[in-house]
Structures are given as C-alpha cells and as structure tokens.
C-alpha cells in the first residue's frame, strides 16, 4: 500500500525499509540523529523540480488555476535563485490543452519564456497534455530540446529523461490521437534504456511524468517491465515523477519512487509546490519542498519489495 502524505508539513525519512516522519521544523542536525549517523550537510549536486504547470491563459477549472501559474513559476524562480540548482526539470504537462495549435504553442512560448528564466539548464519531460493538440516535434521545438528521452551526466551522477507518451500500439501521443490513461514505454525505448544503463557506472536518477510505481490509470501500463530493468542494472537511485497531481511515495525493490505535487492545483501562493534535490557523497538524496511538496530524505538504496497496487 502507499505511503500517503496528506499532511503536507510533515518530513518524511526512509530508514530500514520504515518511513520515519518528522516535524517540519526539523534541521540537519535531527536528520542525522534519525539515521544514528552524521553527514555533511553540503550536497554534491543540486537540482530544481517543478511539475505538472499545466499553463493555460484560460479560465479556472475547478481545482486548475491555469494563469496562476506564471507567478508560482516565478516564486520557485526566486527561490532556486537563492538554491542554485545545477539543472531543473520540469515533470511534464508544462501546459494545458487548446483547441488549435497556434492557440497552444502560444502556451508554450509564454510559459517557456518564464522556465527560460530559471538558473542553470533545463530539461523538459513530456507529459500527455504537452502533445494534446501539438505533435511531440513542434513541443520539443518550442522548448529548444532535441530529444523526448535521453540522458546526461553531471559529476559523479547519470541522469535519464524518459517518454511514456506512446499509445500501446506504439504510435507516439499527438494531435489528439490518444487516451491520457494508455501511456507506455515503447520496445525501443526499452532497450535504448538497458543499453544506457549498462553503459554507465555512475549512480542514477530518473525523470518520468507518468507514474512507474501504480497500477492504476495513473501508471505506466508496462511499468513493471521499466522497473525490471531498472533493478537489474542496480544503478538507479530515485525515480521523480508527477501526473496524479499530489505528494506520493513508495520504495519498491531498493528504488525510491517520488511523485511530486502539481503547481497548478488550487489559488494563491499557498498551493504552490516545488522542490531543490540534493545529491549527498554517501547516496543519500534530500527533497527539500516548498510550500505544499513535502520534503524527504533517502538512505543509501535498500531492498524493500512493496509494489503499490492503487
């Protein structure tokens, strides 16, 4: 069963295959006290997460806030101002649907001006609301990215940045070709990612938008399959993703897997949500959220076999 955080204030630590919670106002110090060890509190890396924007110049619609968005966006730009990021990404559905692409892509150009803003570079996960309307082509262009999944190295780390925007025959989402609840990593991407994996040595981190640790419509349909592969390579670390719009956690196999809370959910400054992740010499990973994201801290990868079933 999920480990559900409906208290947003609360910090949550893994230690021994137990999620420990702690109060908000808990520092380094208690952090370290929880794991009966001390760490340096200075990271290796740093990045920025941000996910599910959603950005729209249209009306609210019940809970979506669409041109609230710009100014959440801003308010995370001043704080990873203060963070510095070495990157940020953006979880996907970085805009909302349109009926036309002209009104679409003008979606994108205006949110893309504001992400362009942020420090450091950015990386884009393509979400299913990206390619409503527009073709994975024209969102790529209009975020000046080559790829929809690919992967880097920054230090000592890998990252991957993966698509699961493909209907199960394969086909790529697009022009409105597709149902949200039929997302799937297709058979090459599969193997792009084991031969990826196989070809680092270095510890790795994942970006997804649609969930990798459910089964419900929220997930992957060949999740377990992706996730197969990623514990056999025995290199991966963390998965980020979002889609279901709220804070979720679940350890599965050694692997954390992070869903992050959405920035377009609900009015004013107080529903905002975005994230800082630091990467710590001992593969410990610190989440530090901001106002509804919660927060987490990761020992080093332990196996806890718990598959989610939502």
Known sequence: MPNQLGDFTR?????????ILLAAGANVTARSEVFGVQRE?????????????HYA?????????????IQKLSEAGEQFAKDQPEFVVELGDFID???????EKSYLERISRDFAKLPGKKHSVLGNHCVHTLTKEEFLEGVGQKESYYS?????????????????????YGRKNFEWTDPNIPAAEVEWLKADLSATTKHTIVFAHQRLDVANHYG???AAQVRTVFEESGKV?????GHSHRNDYHHIEGIHYCTLVAMVEGA??????????????????????????ADYEWAERQVAPTLAEE
């Open 97 to 103: 649907a349109a009926d036309s692409v002209e009104v």
């Open 237 to 241: 670390l963390a998965v980020f993703q």
């Open 220 to 222: 992957v349909k060949n």
């Open 268 to 293: 004013g400054a107080e529903s905002n949500g975005y994230s800082t992740v630091d990467l710590l010499s001992d593969n410990v990973i610190r989440l530090s959220g901001y106002r509804k994201q």
């Open 57 to 69: 110049d249209k009306p609210t619609a019940g809970s979506r806030h669409y041109r609230e968005t």
């Open 41 to 53: 509190s200075a990271p290796e890396l740093r990045f920025g997460l941000v996910s599910d924007l």
């Open 11 to 19: 910090r949550a630590f893994l230690h021994e295959g137990s999620l």
């Open 152 to 172: 880097f190295d920054v230090g000592d780390r890998h990252f991957i940045v993966l698509d699961s925007c493909f209907r199960s025959d394969g086909k790529p």
